[in-house]
């Protein structure tokens, strides 16, 4: 079972697999900021401090709130991100947090849909 280190409220919890780093900071009280929950407001984003490679890829909505420049610099939204089965330690930092809440989203090129 991976744990996940909140560095900030110096917290450690196990939790399963494939858990998304906000649902478990919400459950066990680790306080990572959050507002929204679904990566529009940009409150929970965080940057991994250990473990980023046991972390699922960065979803579409990351790239729109985020944009290169913080993907670039290993930010991720909690609301969006799992982790998968080894442990990890997350930080964040509220003046990062306030410019990324301002940040406009990115408009993301549709691809067609090959549904027919």
């Known amino acids: ?12 919890f196990d939790v399963p697999e494939n858990s998304n780093i906000l649902r478990m900071s919400l459950r066990y009280d680790g306080e990572l900021p959050n507002l929204c929950g ?3 407001c ?11 490679d ?5 979803t579409r909505q990351e790239q729109r709130k985020l944009g ?3 993907l670039e610099k290993g930010y991720r939204l909690g609301c969006q991100t799992f982790i ?3 442990d990890v330690a997350v ?4 003046e990062i947090t306030k410019q990324v809440k301002k940040r406009k989203p990115d408009k993301l090129e549709r691809k067609p849909s090959t549904v027919k």
């Open 42 to 52: 940009g409150t929970c984003v965080f940057k991994p401090v250990e473990g980023a």
């Open 91 to 94: 930080a964040w930092d509220m």
């Open 54 to 58: 046991h972390l699922d890829k960065i």
């Open 84 to 86: 998968k089965d080894q």
């Open 38 to 40: 679904g990566g529009i």
């Open 68 to 70: 290169e420049e913080w």
């Open 1 to 12: 079972m991976p744990k996940i280190h909140f560095v900030n409220s110096d917290k450690t």
